[in-house]
Every structure is written in structure tokens, then in C-alpha cells.
């Protein structure tokens, strides 16, 4: 049996046999339905029941999902940075985490268009407890890692994972999705988890420096900004209580209504920006940065400059800068439309007599404009 067994996704065998176990199910109804809008049950139906492999069913029935969620709740998506990678080449994408589904679906879609490999893309097991959706994330290429063990259970958990990125980039020259940090950024700061990274190089070789695993690997940093976050005010109560310093507890069903909000609500523009590969940079890292300690933090400082330059600021990012700081520094970044617009959406949203709501609520989209502005200050000086 496969060490991965509780965590990796469907090999091709199995395909058929998991899309016959949600085939009637009432969720992949709704979703073919959104998608194939002119299309009868039977003849999804019966396309989907010859469907032999994740990328078959990747291609013929998530891509046009995809495309159809694109064009329902976005006004489209822009790309850069992809012409830097190159085809047959498996790549570990590091990236900021802002939608629970999206981030790795439109990351997928564009490395297809683009002829590129489609990831396996890391997902926490608090997402797929219900059967259907741990079918389906199986079928989509997602493999598991585990939330809220003890430590020891954790620690074991972390190797196969570890050993599972290795085995999918090394052995099967698949790239490999994760994001920087446990769970999605909801404060708007984009910032690498060590601990993020020390799992990863727990599979490097006996007696190999950690640096030099991560070379072998292909780290490629990924930044994707939303013009808007469809779940910004769903991200409000746990803001609050993390500002109040209180232990935020999360209501039943809540991941799963925060996907729903994040897929059909209304996201404006969206862009995702590909890296360097930072092969060079790491190498330049291990010639400089004395001590294991002193280069894991900067192999993490690395990835955060990448993804935080190369984040697309939308106008709502200088808006909420401008709000938050009281001035209209940016104001040639945005127009009296756009800025009324967000504010519209703010005072609905928000209370406005609660100076902490306030302040979360517009850091959430500030944040990336001062990290951003911070970073290339600290470069030129």
C-alpha cells in the first residue's frame, strides 16, 4: 500500500469508479448545470461516465467551470510572469492564499491554456469532510494535509506530506500548488510560515542541505490579487476577534459557506503573476546567510518579496490606503467612480461606529499597497 494512501488523489484507475459515487449528487447537478446552462442532465451525464483521468475530467468538465465562473462573477482574468516557465518542467508554486478554491482552479486554467503542467495542489482536510467534496477534490488533483493533530501525530503527518511533494515534483515531474502559510491570508498580509517550508524540506536526502533540496525543487513564487473579495465581510468576525486578541471559533458550515461566496460572488478583475524560479537567489543565500536558522528566514524573506512585488494593486487597494491613512496619496491610482463604489460596499458592510471593524476592514485591502511600498523602500536604501 502507498504511504500517501490517506492523502493523495485519485490515480486514473480509480476515476470512473469515483465519479459513479457522485454522478446523482445534488451538488454535481447544480454545478454542471452552471456550467453546461443549455445542456440536459443525461448528456452531462453520460460524457462524464466515460471519463477515465483526472485530466479528462479536469479539461472537459472544471475548465469550462472555470471559464463560466470567470465570466459570471469577474470582469476577467490577466496573467504575467508565465513565460518564464518552461513545458516538461514540474515546478513548486509557492504562493499567497486568498480564495479557498479559486486560487489553485484559475492557477490551473492558466497553465493550461498556456500548455503548461496543472498542478497537485495542496487542500486542508477541514475543507473536505463532507463525501462529496472529498470526491471531489480527489478527482481535481488535491492531496490532504491534515489540521489540528497533536504534536506528535503532526509531526508524522508533516513526513508524508513532505514525502509526497517530493514523490509528485521528483518522481513524477507533476508541479506542486501550496500556499505560504497555513490557511488563507484574511489580513491581507502575504507572509511565508517557516514552518510552511521546514515541512517541505523534511524529505530532502540524508546529509543534504535543506537549500539544496529546495533548488532540486524549482521554487517559483505565485502572487493572485482580487479586485474585490467576495467573502471580505464573512472575514470580519475572526478580524475582529484577532484584534481584540480572542480566540475565534468558526460557525458550522462556515469554510463551506465562505467557498460558495468566493466562487459566485462578484470579484472584478483578478490577476495572477508567476515568479522567478529562485534557484540563483537560494544558491546566493547559502554562499552569504550563516547557520540553518538565519536561511530558512531568509529563503522565506526571498518568497515574500516576490509574491508581495508582484502583486497586482487594484484601485480598492490605494482606495483603502487612502481611507485608512486619511489623505488621498493615491488618489491619481483611482477614479471618483471607483472610489465611491468601495466606499458604498464599505459603509454597507462595516460598522462605521466601530473604529476596530473599521480599521480591519480596510487594512484587509491596505495591507498589500504598505508591504509593497515598504519592500521597494527597503531596497533602495
Same mark, same amino acid.
Given at each position: 500500500?502507498?504511504?500517501?494512501?490517506? &492523502?493523495?488523489?485519485?490515480?486514473?484507475?480509480?476515476?470512473? $469508479?469515483?465519479?459513479?459515487?457522485? &454522478?446523482?449528487?445534488? *451538488?454535481?447537478?447544480?454545478?454542471?448545470?452552471?456550467?453546461?446552462?443549455?445542456?440536459?442532465?443525461?448528456?452531462?451525464?453520460?460524457?462524464?461516465?466515460?471519463?477515465?483521468?483526472?485530466?479528462?475530467?479536469?479539461?472537459?468538465?472544471?475548465?469550462?467551470?472555470?471559464?463560466?465562473?470567470?465570466?459570471?462573477?469577474?470582469?476577467?482574468?490577466?496573467?504575467?510572469?508565465?513565460?518564464?516557465?518552461?513545458?516538461?518542467?514540474?515546478?513548486?508554486?509557492?504562493?499567497?492564499?486568498?480564495?479557498?478554491?479559486?486560487?489553485?482552479?484559475?492557477?490551473?486554467?492558466?497553465?493550461?491554456?498556456?500548455?503548461?503542467?496543472?498542478?497537485?495542489?495542496?487542500?486542508?482536510?477541514?475543507?473536505?469532510?463532507? @463525501?462529496?467534496?472529498?470526491?471531489?477534490?480527489?478527482?481535481?488533483?488535491?492531496?490532504? %494535509?491534515?489540521?489540528?493533530? @497533536?504534536?506528535?501525530?503532526?509531526?508524522?503527518?508533516?513526513?508524508?506530506?513532505?514525502?509526497?511533494?517530493?514523490?509528485?515534483?521528483?518522481?513524477?515531474?507533476?508541479?506542486?500548488?501550496?500556499?505560504?502559510?497555513?490557511?488563507?491570508?484574511?489580513?491581507?498580509?502575504?507572509?511565508? $510560515?517557516?514552518?510552511?517550508?521546514? *515541512?517541505?524540506?523534511?524529505?530532502?536526502?540524508?546529509?543534504?542541505?535543506?537549500?539544496?533540496?529546495?533548488?532540486?525543487?524549482?521554487?517559483?513564487?505565485?502572487?493572485?490579487?482580487?479586485?474585490?473579495?467576495?467573502?471580505?465581510?464573512?472575514? *470580519? @468576525?475572526?478580524?475582529?476577534?484577532?484584534?481584540?486578541?480572542?480566540?475565534?471559533?468558526?460557525?458550522?458550515?462556515?469554510?463551506?459557506?465562505?467557498?460558495?461566496?468566493?466562487? %459566485?460572488? $462578484?470579484?472584478?478583475?483578478?490577476? &495572477?503573476?508567476?515568479?522567478?524560479?529562485?534557484?540563483?537567489?537560494?544558491?546566493?543565500?547559502?554562499?552569504?546567510?550563516?547557520?540553518?536558522?538565519?536561511?530558512?528566514?531568509?529563503?522565506?524573506?526571498?518568497?515574500?518579496?516576490?509574491?508581495?512585488?508582484?502583486?497586482?494593486?487594484? @484601485?480598492?487597494?490605494? %482606495?483603502?490606503?487612502?481611507?485608512?491613512?486619511?489623505?488621498?496619496?493615491?488618489?491619481?491610482?483611482?477614479?471618483?467612480?471607483?472610489?465611491?463604489?468601495?466606499?458604498?460596499?464599505?459603509?454597507?458592510?462595516?460598522?462605521?461606529?466601530?473604529?476596530?471593524?473599521?480599521?480591519?476592514?480596510?487594512?484587509?485591502?491596505?495591507?498589500?499597497?504598505?508591504?509593497?511600498?515598504?519592500?521597494?523602500?527597503?531596497?533602495?536604501?
Amino acid at each position: 500500500m502507498s504511504p500517501f494512501e490517506d &492523502i493523495r488523489p485519485y490515480y486514473d484507475t480509480e476515476v470512473n $469508479q469515483a465519479i459513479r459515487q457522485i &454522478i446523482d449528487h445534488p *451538488m454535481l447537478k447544480a454545478m454542471m448545470n452552471f456550467t453546461f446552462p443549455d445542456w440536459q442532465d443525461s448528456y452531462w451525464k453520460d460524457l462524464m461516465m466515460h471519463c477515465h483521468s483526472i485530466r479528462d475530467f479536469q479539461i472537459n468538465f472544471i475548465y469550462p467551470g472555470v471559464k463560466k465562473v470567470l465570466e459570471k462573477s469577474s470582469e476577467g482574468l490577466t496573467t504575467s510572469g508565465f513565460e518564464k516557465l518552461e513545458a516538461n518542467t514540474s515546478y513548486l508554486f509557492i504562493s499567497n492564499h486568498r480564495d479557498i478554491i479559486l486560487d489553485t482552479s484559475l492557477l490551473n486554467a492558466s497553465l493550461y491554456e498556456k500548455g503548461l503542467f496543472m498542478t497537485t495542489s495542496a487542500i486542508g482536510d477541514n475543507l473536505v469532510k463532507k @463525501p462529496f467534496l472529498n470526491h471531489l477534490s480527489r478527482l481535481t488533483r488535491n492531496f490532504i %494535509i491534515k489540521r489540528g493533530l @497533536p504534536a506528535r501525530e503532526l509531526l508524522e503527518s508533516s513526513k508524508v506530506v513532505s514525502a509526497y511533494i517530493r514523490h509528485s515534483l521528483l518522481r513524477e515531474n507533476r508541479s506542486v500548488w501550496i500556499a505560504q502559510r497555513e490557511g488563507r491570508t484574511k489580513d491581507g498580509n502575504d507572509l511565508t $510560515q517557516k514552518g510552511v517550508l521546514k *515541512m517541505i524540506s523534511m524529505a530532502a536526502d540524508e546529509g543534504e542541505h535543506f537549500l539544496d533540496y529546495f533548488k532540486r525543487l524549482n521554487v517559483v513564487p505565485v502572487s493572485i490579487s482580487y479586485e474585490y473579495d467576495p467573502t471580505d465581510i464573512l472575514k *470580519m @468576525p475572526e478580524l475582529l476577534a484577532k484584534a481584540n486578541q480572542e480566540t475565534y471559533i468558526k460557525a458550522e458550515n462556515e469554510d463551506f459557506k465562505t467557498l460558495l461566496s468566493g466562487i %459566485i460572488g $462578484q470579484k472584478k478583475r483578478i490577476h &495572477i503573476h508567476v515568479g522567478d524560479l529562485l534557484n540563483e537567489e537560494i544558491e546566493h543565500i547559502k554562499n552569504t546567510v550563516s547557520g540553518n536558522v538565519k536561511q530558512m528566514q531568509a529563503l522565506a524573506d526571498l518568497i515574500d518579496y516576490q509574491i508581495i512585488t508582484g502583486y497586482k494593486l487594484w @484601485p480598492t487597494k490605494y %482606495i483603502a490606503c487612502d481611507l485608512l491613512t486619511g489623505t488621498d496619496q493615491f488618489a491619481s491610482e483611482y477614479t471618483p467612480e471607483e472610489k465611491a463604489f468601495f466606499e458604498a460596499r464599505f459603509r454597507r458592510g462595516v460598522d462605521q461606529n466601530n473604529p476596530v471593524a473599521v480599521k480591519s476592514f480596510l487594512s484587509m485591502y491596505a495591507n498589500p499597497v504598505l508591504n509593497q511600498k515598504r519592500l521597494l523602500e527597503e531596497v533602495k536604501n
